[in-house]
């Protein structure tokens, strides 16, 4: 591991020493295992194979200058992993579980963890998927809810620097009444067509519009959207769009700046107003829009012209990541110092 390029590193799978499982079996949770195995066993019926019982997480651990290593909001990742199950009918993950399994599968990996001031994280999976056969269309009986975990760097290639994004208009990630709001596979399954579409396109992502009225903004591929205009920081409001928990921090840390926040329905027409727009999430952090394309509308809409981030967004990128490597204090009580 000590020759690893910490600063080099990719979005992507590293093989690390182990990961943790725990089967949900006659009605209850089991014992927390130890795994160095890179694959599962499963049952040729299980359900997260035939019907997509499957949600997943994603957050990240990250180093700080005094060495310990910071757990950024678990709690929220436990408590959306617990709607993602109940949303498709699967066994709920109690918080104590969550918590032990994240916390041992950091302590087994730790020298995984990025340095301090590489610009990288420690970044984390949580898996739970129906694992007992069903032929008829039915929740499972058994559960298998299982972490690994990946040092990585930025989700998309240009890190911290404004991308061009394309507004899809041909492919819907999820439906108003749909599962949009939860972490479950099939929303990702749904948008690969178009995510494939924007990258053959030159573009970094594509962003998603409310699917009944094909006029309101949901999302950025697997980031939320926001925007900034004079002093206030927008964000959508839809019910097909997927809670960020990276989001709900901005807004936050936004207010704590002074700058005004605002969660509402944004129309399409709006961007022409926004000083700067950007996309985040856990793995996104806060990439920067330069420019969002609108192929069919023939409008583009920039934010970027020099190649460099917004004021705001990049006071808020740079707050959000001094909080999670503990460079200020944690006000907000989102960072659980680990003692491994
Ligand atoms: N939207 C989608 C569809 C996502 O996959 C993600 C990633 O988790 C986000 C938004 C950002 O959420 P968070 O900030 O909790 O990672
Ligand atoms: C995350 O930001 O954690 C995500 O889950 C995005 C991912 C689907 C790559």
């Known amino acids: 591991m000590n020759n690893t390029d910490w600063g080099n590193l990719p979005f992507g799978y590293m093989k690390t020493n182990y990961n943790v499982r725990c089967y949900f079996r006659n009605g209850k949770w089991g014992e927390l295992e130890i795994s160095s195995s890179e ?94 056969a069903q032929v008829g269309v039915k929740p499972a009986d058994e559960y298998l809810f299982m972490i690994f975990v990946s040092p990585v760097g930025p989700y998309f290639k240009s890190g911290f620097k404004p991308v061009n994004m394309m507004i899809c208009r041909s492919f819907d990630r999820a439906a108003p009444l749909g599962t949009g709001h939860i972490k479950v596979g099939g929303n990702y399954a749904a948008s690969l067509q178009s995510l494939k579409k924007g990258h053959d ?58 700058y005004e926040t605002l969660r509402r329905p944004i129309h399409i027409d709006e961007l022409s107003d926004f000083d700067e727009a950007g996309a985040c999430g856990t793995a996104a952090v806060i990439t920067p829009i330069a420019k969002i394309v609108d192929e069919i509308e023939n409008k583009t809409y920039e934010f970027s012209t020099d190649g460099k981030p917004g004021k705001i967004s990049t006071k808020l990128y740079k707050r959000l990541q001094a909080i999670q490597t503990g460079d200020v204090p944690d006000e907000h009580n989102w960072v659980e110092l680990l003692d491994i």
């Not at 004079?230 to 936050?252: G, R, V």
Request: glycine fraction near 8%; charged fraction near 20%.
């Open 201 to 258: 396109g030159g573009f970094a992502s594509v962003i998603y519009l409310d699917a009944k009225h094909k006029e309101y903004i949901d999302e950025c591929g697997p980031a939320n959207f926001f925007a900034i205009k004079d002093n206030t920081y927008f964000t959508p409001e839809s019910s097909s769009i997927l809670p960020s928990i990276t989001n709900m921090s901005l807004i936050q840390v936004a207010e704590d700046l002074g």
């Open 39 to 132: 694959t599962i066993n499963i049952h040729m019926a299980a359900t997260s194979l035939h019907y997509g019982q499957e949600a997943f997480e994603g957050a990240k651990a990250f180093m700080g200058k005094d060495g310990k290593v910071r757990l950024f909001r678990w709690e929220e990742n436990a408590k959306r992993l617990r709607n993602s199950a109940k949303g498709i009918m699967m066994a709920e993950v109690p918080d104590d579980l969550y918590f032990s399994a994240v916390k041992k599968v950091i302590e087994l990996n730790k020298e995984f963890v990025p340095p301090y001031g590489s610009g990288a994280s420690l970044y984390i999976r949580p898996l739970l998927i129906g694992t007992g």
